[in-house]
């Protein structure tokens, strides 16, 4: 049992909330017991340590158990430790440290099926806003998200939690720079729809037979123009009402779903 | 010009971030140009006083300048006392005391069209959840919100503030119980649509047709039995990936966004 809330490893796991140590490491945090049941079910190779208090080991017997089976290290620790290892003010007694192992882009692509649903996330800085979109697109059955270097860093904690154990249900490449992400979408065939309010198509007419990917911009200022112009199309959803807009995470999730409707059609 | 943070109209106003204030008053403060400039647009009538520092004054002269050509209060301050009267950390310069004169529910029942879009919230706690809904459904179009007694107050600054101005765009009851909601909307001939993951119906099957109504539940435990079970249909947004679910906010869009897409094909 871990007891001492300033131990040097203490230190290190609360260090992961910073996105420099990130980089450095490689590894991240996922806190909360949704987290840590999806990285351990979905990505057992990826995590190096689950910290769990002994309330939420009796109340999470599947994750601990689940841990145990596929021979991870599993560490208890006082509230107090945990606490201090997280970011989140309830982590509700479980986190894990885990490996970034987000696959390269075109070992993505590769994988992708013939009628692939692919998210684009440029220039995104809210963390909420990016989780919300990240499992919008799980939801909605996408193969792939990616999200450009000048967005927010999807193993921030913010980030991670907000997307519910999403973060690994679907591969999520990052960091590479947008011109890059839509030449190498482009080279495989994928359309490229930008969503954008100035969009002349109306979502509901727009053609989504096929691979296409969806290219979403800033929550504030939009697409950049260089990167609505290089999409080919561009498509807006409607506003029927008073509303200026929807949010980012509301108008991802429409067209995600609209594409996930008609991929169900054609199969 | 308004210059000190303690003086006791300051203080009046920041008490409105109580709801036990909000209640006794009828007041709350909208904050930011965007929800002050739909106050003025939409509801000048239930705008008491607005607030602007000079710099915003001159940013945002659109909105000074139609607040006082509705005669309305226009009071220049200091951005200290700006930031001693609001609750968010960045007013941007702007807010405004506001009458809440959100419709009875008979009155706006009385004033909807035949083939209706209504939206009930029950239960509702978080407020960036109930804002994000009331921006969705006012982006879908709908004719009419309805907040069950046991939820969020809309009027609070959080719910304020992620409704981006929809508070203003369409009429929002709220402080009815849940089965005076049902009831009445039954009795005008509206269909009940229950949104549930327990739901047999998939959204896209549907039947949208003619006035119906959303009931959305907690975001953490859905709708209660008895709600559900009083509803004509249970309908279910499908889960395509591997997530559990969708938050509040992106379900009802979708919903109401299915709502509002029937009926364009329709009229």
């Known amino acids: 049992m871990l007891t001492n809330p300033r131990a040097d490893r203490v230190k290190s796991v609360r260090a992961l909330?910073?996105?420099?140590?990130?980089?450095?490491?490689?590894?991240?945090?996922?806190?909360?017991?949704?987290?840590?049941?999806?990285?351990?079910r979905f990505a057992p190779d990826d995590v190096r340590d689950v910290y769990v208090t002994p309330e939420a080991a009796e109340r999470h017997t599947d994750i601990v158990d689940a841990a145990r089976a596929r021979r991870l290290w599993v560490h208890e620790v006082t509230p107090e430790v945990l606490a201090a290892m997280c970011d989140a003010d309830h982590p509700q007694g479980l986190a894990a440290v885990c490996r970034w192992a987000g696959p390269d882009l075109d070992a993505a692509l590769a994988a992708l099926p013939p009628d692939a649903i692919v998210c684009v996330l440029t220039n995104v800085r809210d963390p909420g806003n990016a989780g919300t979109v990240i499992r919008g697109a799980d939801a909605a059955g996408a193969d792939l998200v990616v999200v450009s270097d000048a967005s927010v860093d999807v193993r921030s904690p913010k980030v991670v939690r907000s997307t519910v154990g999403s973060l690994w249900h679907l591969p999520v490449v990052t960091d590479v720079p947008i011109p890059t992400i839509l030449e190498a979408l482009r080279a495989r065939g994928i359309r490229l729809l930008a969503a954008?309010?100035?969009?002349?198509?109306?979502?509901?007419?727009?053609?989504?037979?096929g691979a296409h990917a969806w290219v979403m911009g800033n929550e504030a200022w939009g697409l950049a123009p260089e990167v609505r112009e290089a999409c080919d199309e561009v498509i807006r959803v409607p506003i029927h009402g008073h509303a200026e807009s929807l949010n980012l995470a509301m108008a991802a999730t429409l067209c995600l779903y609209a594409s996930a409707e008609a991929r169900h059609r054609q199969r």
């Open 17 to 40: 909330s910073r996105r420099s140590v990130r980089s450095r490491t490689g590894e991240f945090l996922a806190e909360g017991p949704q987290a840590v049941r999806e990285a351990v």
């Open 196 to 209: 954008d309010g100035s969009g002349q198509t109306l979502l509901p007419d727009a053609d989504l037979q």
